[in-house]
């Protein structure tokens, strides 16, 4: 599996942004995928997943304000972030590993592919 991400960028406080990650790999849909952000001098968190069957959960810092979506027509995940916060500001990834249930509290060392990330700046 190949992941790229894109959307990100800079935006004032209480704005939106929404980022994307194209998968290749024909069993996409059937992996749980996962959004992770890691600001400088900090530890990689879990923001929110979706499972393979379209569940989602989400950190307690974003809940509802974020949004995690998946279009297995295009293999495409999506992250829609709304009412943005200077603490938003970090490196976001996306994640998947070969199975099909996860939440966004799994550590990152349990997942096996990675994307490049994109930077989401809030000021």
């Known amino acids: 599996v190949q992941l790229v991400e894109s959307g990100g960028g800079s935006v004032q406080a209480g704005g939106s942004l929404r980022l994307s990650c194209a998968a290749s790999?024909?069993?996409?849909?059937?992996?749980?995928m996962t959004w992770f952000r890691q600001a400088p001098g900090k530890e990689r968190e879990g923001v929110a997943a979706?499972?393979?069957?379209?569940?989602?959960s989400y950190a307690d810092s974003v809940k509802g304000r974020f949004s995690v979506s998946r279009d297995n027509a295009q293999n495409t995940l999506h992250l829609q972030m709304n009412a943005l916060k200077a603490e938003d500001t970090a490196k976001y990834y996306c994640a998947s590993d070969t199975r099909r249930y996860c939440n966004a509290g799994y550590p990152d060392w349990t997942y096996n592919y990675w994307g490049q990330g994109t930077q989401v700046t809030v000021s």
């Open positions: 979706i499972d393979s069957d379209g569940s989602t």
């Open positions: 790999g024909d069993t996409y849909n059937d992996y749980c």
